[in-house]
Every structure is written in structure tokens, then in C-alpha cells.
């Protein structure tokens, strides 16, 4: 058995755990880094990357079949669907390279690797080989996805986001369950290989839009492409002559079945904690096994422990996953270097989430609120905006949302370019900006970002005069 004494241990090497890893090193701490494996991030390897490089072959495909609208004849669009799986693993194995290269350029003694359980306050065990005696922990094993348990028996006609990226082939039909980011993205991606397409959703909203407008509205579009079955409860799947076949209550309460190649679970990613003992490690925890964490220092009731990235299922998301990292490693450094000093809980970024469908999806900071009266609402119709029309993309429409002073508070958008959209306005709203303020900027012409000045002339219209 090896024994490790450290002042901190960091349980996962991916983005928050990395992080951590690195901030705490810098912050004077003797640090050691234990992975579970396989590695590689959950972005790169499962997450952020492969899927857009699925999304970016389904938008080439789509953009040769409707380009005689320029004018421009592109003749009938062959997929070969090996070989856009065999490039979207190989380029993901590229950018998984690249993390694990970082991880091996850590020195071998600060890393471990195994799975880590807590067997009591301040000591944990990797696998059977090494005990671990550490002053404090940063938690950051990321998470999985999940899986209906009443769809067990379709076995490996079954994949999730996590699997999905290994089919040598595209499938000729495919049920996705689950209407949000990742199953939207990846519904139309495949809608526009080839592969018929059927979405399942118990809600009504697609790619987490909340304003009822703009829902409905991509419901038309995704309608296009998508045979959408909103409201609707998926009961039940067996293997019938190689094929899954599922049973389903639609939103008509009518009892319904459908045949399909594969079904893709796409409803969630819970947070990998049941494994690691965290109650004897003095924490309590809920009824779903969550500790109680400080959203700002990351830090838990009860004990020297930090829960940071998709771990803690706050904000599932790159961006935050790195900071969170950084706040969690190096408040654990300031605990056991300082002597016990404060933690910082420093202010939480802006929320900004984005879903990289066509037209694009995103949401900045505060939600739409159908019950706030006092929040200033201003609208942009893109289906007449310049750019938009020049690109033939002119669909969808964005929500502005700001205090009655004018202060830009959030903001909520479906259609081209919003990534681009969407970090402007993320970066007006962390600086606190008014309408009046940023309006008061330059805005290029023609771009699609020239429509933003229309809702912004909208709040300032309402805004509330002195």
C-alpha cells in the first residue's frame, strides 16, 4: 500500500479539476492530482468539440443542398456517413491529445491515477494501492449522462452524448430524447447527414428558450428538418427485428409507437459524486447526494472540501468550469498556506449559454420572467434585418431585457450570428451597461450585430426619464 500526505488533493483532471490543480500549485500548496480516467476533458473528448464537428459536416451539407438560392448549383449532396464519424473522432482525438499532453507534463509524483473515495475527514483511498492524507480537497469529476431507465432493454441500440461519437455509421432514422442544447444540436446535425430524425421532449420549449415567442418560433424552424414530439412521454422501447421500436404518450394523450435505428439519450448530465463516500468525509448531504457549496467560493458546509465544475451542476460549461477551477485551487491554497485564511467568493460572471443549431440559440444573464412587470423588454425581428436577408438567414428574433433605470440585465435570442450576439452582450452586462450606453457605440454596416441597435433603441424608448 503507498502512502501520500498533501496539502491538497484535486480528484479529476479535466477543465475545473486542471484549474484547480495549477491555481493551488501557484498558491504555495504541495498539491497532488488524481484522475480516474479516461481524460482528455469532458469537452474534448465527449462534449463541446465532437459534437461541433458533427454540427459544422450537417451545416456543409446543408449549405450545398440550399445553395440555389444564390444561384449556385451544387448538384445532389452524397454523405458518406463513415467517414464523417471517422473525422469527427479524428479531430476529437486531436484535441484530447492535447489535454492529456498537458496533464503529462505534470510531474509523476504529484499524480495519481485511480478512483478516489473519502474513507473519513482528511484521508482518502485511490483504488486499493495508494492512502491519501490530505488538508483540503478540490471535487471536480465532472459528470455522466443519463439514461431512461425504462429503455434498458434496447441495449446497444441505446447511445448517449457520451457514446454517440463512436457509431462507425450514420444510423438511417434516430429517436433523440431530450429537446435541450445537446439533443437539439445534435437532432439537426443528423437531420442534415441524412438520417431521419424524430425528437422527443415531455416540454414544449427547444434549446432552453424561455420566452414564448421565440420558442414558438423554433419550433417552426426545427419543425422543418425535425419531426418534433413535443409534450409528449416516451413509455417504453424493445429490440424488435434489429430495430428499437418505442412506445409513447403524445401531447394528443393518444398512445403512440414508432421504429427506429438507434435512440439517442440526450436529458441531462448528473454530476459524478454517488461514488465517492463524501458523507464520511464530513459532509451532509441531500436527498440527491449533494452537498451544501457556496455558489461564490465553491467551498462546502461542513468541511475543507471545494466542489467545482460540473460537479457542483451549477453551470455545466466550459468558461465556468476553468474559473470555478481556479477559485476552488486557489482557495484551497489560501486555507492551508495562509493558516486557515478566508477563501474569496468572488462575484459570478454573467450567465451566458449558447446552443450552436442554425439559426443559433443563446441566453445572457437573467432570464425571461413571465411574472416580472418590471423588467424593460426590447425586440429584434430578424426576418427583415439586413445581413440576415443577405445570408438567406433571416429567421428567428432576440429579446433584450433591461432594468427601468436601462441597465442591460439579460437577454435571450434565436437566430444567425447570436454566439456573436451573445458575448457582446455578456461583456455590456458584466460592465454594467445601459441601453443609452452601448447604443452609443460603433455598430458596423452591414452585420448582423447592426440589428442589436433596434432593441436597444426599443429599451431606450421605455426607459424611465429623470
Known sequence: MRERSCDIAVIGAGTAGLAAFHAARAGGADVVLIEAGPGGTTCARVGCMPSKLLITAGNAAHAARRAGIFGVEAGPVRIDGPAVMARVRRERDHFVAGVLDGVEAID????????????????????????VAYRAAVVATGSHPAMPSNLCDLDTLLVNTDTVFELPDLPESLAVLGGGAVGIELAQAMARLGVAVTLFDPGTHLAALRDPGLAAEARRIFGTEITLELGSEVTGGRIDEGRACLTWTGADGAAHSGSFARVLAA???????????????????????????DPRSLLCAGAPIFLAGDANAERPVLHEASRQGHIAGANAARLIVDGGGSVAAPRRWTNLAMVFTEPQAASVGVPFDPEDTNTLIGNVDFGDQGRARIMAENAGGLRLYADRTGRLTGAEMLGPSCEHLAHLLALAIEDGLSAQTLLDRPFYHPTVEEGLKTALDDIVSQTAKP
Open 108 to 131: 509523476a509524483e504529484a499524480r495519481i491515477d485511480g478512483h478516489a473515495r473519502f474513507t473519513g475527514p482528511g484521508t482518502l483511498m485511490v483504488d486499493d494501492h495508494t492512502r
Open 267 to 293: 436529458i441531462g448530465r448528473p454530476p459524478n459524486l454517488h461514488h465517492l463516500g463524501l458523507d464520511r468525509a464530513g459532509l451532509t448531504l441531500d436527498a440527491d447526494g449533494m452537498p451544501d457549496v
